[in-house]
């Protein structure tokens, strides 16, 4: 019986990850693709978000102080900043950690055939840009200000009007490219 | 230390901490399961790739997730305590 219930768990967890596996996305290998690099998105990308999870942290906890400092005498006040901080708690913890996992898995992949971008967030959006060396003309990279200058950052743009944001070295992935598709 | 269920007010505000929690350890187990699931896709698109080619480094499972785990249970401990035991500051 017990074994029974365990073979049917194990069976509805099969399923439902079988549904989820199908419903992401699975990019498809070419014939005779080689793999050459991996690269991240840059750094600069978790600035922002860092600074606002340390803000709005700070802020919940402030309202949970307060909370205390209320609890003997003005118990509804005490209820109300405790119950709003451990909820803006909540909220900005679980926000900061979902853009933290969705945002380490964005990567920049070449191969001796494309260049893809896959780029996704937990459960709600998923996106892959994919160029092919067929249909790509040039390769260019971009350092817009003196800031993307001194972090070593830049856009990617190729030809056919695609381009990739946040990325680290892009000259040196220029040359990459470049190289790969038989320019130099 | 007031009790938790002794008046109206302070059931309902327990009832919804727990809530919270409840819907925080939810949260959690969706945001593992669903990056699980990305990184099954990813790492299913190097096999197929590196037989052939250069390593490559891929994100793993390992730090940021048991970051997340640690740090939301370690949340739900602090503001469990806060709860129960009504700290006073003066």
């Known amino acids: ?184 | 230390m007031t009790a938790l269920f002794a008046t109206p007010g302070m059931a309902l505000a327990s009832t919804v901490v727990i809530v919270l929690e409840l819907l925080s350890v939810v949260i959690l187990c969706v945001g593992l399961l669903s990056y699980r699931i990305i990184l099954q896709s990813h790492h299913g698109f190097h096999i197929s790739l590196h037989h052939a080619g250069k390593r490559a480094r891929w994100g793993s499972f390992g730090l940021l997730a048991w970051l997340y785990i640690v740090s939301t249970v370690f949340l739900i401990a602090l503001t469990s305590m806060i709860f129960v035991w009504q700290p006073r500051f003066f």
């Open chain 1, 1 to 184: 019986m017990h074994e029974q219930q365990t073979s049917n768990g194990t069976f509805f967890l099969s399923k439902l990850d079988q549904y989820w596996v199908k419903r992401a996305i699975k990019p498809v290998v070419m014939p005779n693709e080689r793999l050459l690099s991996v690269s991240h998105e840059h750094w600069i990308k978790y600035v922002f978000p860092s600074f606002l999870y340390v803000a709005l942290t700070g802020t919940s906890l402030l309202l949970l102080y307060f909370a205390a400092l209320f609890a003997p005498s003005v118990l509804g006040v005490a209820l109300f900043l405790f119950i709003l901080g451990v909820t803006l708690l909540f909220v900005t913890h679980h926000w900061f950690f979902w853009f933290l996992l969705a945002e380490s898995q964005a990567h920049i992949i070449i191969t001796n055939k494309r260049v893809i971008h896959i780029h996704e967030s937990l459960l709600w959006r998923e996106e892959m840009v994919e160029v092919s060396f067929e249909k790509m003309k040039t390769v260019e990279a971009h350092k817009r200000n003196i800031f993307q200058s001194v972090l070593n950052y830049g856009t990617l743009q190729f030809e056919p009007m695609v381009k990739i944001r946040l990325v680290s070295h892009p000259g040196a992935l220029a040359r990459q490219i470049e190289q790969a598709m038989g320019m130099i």
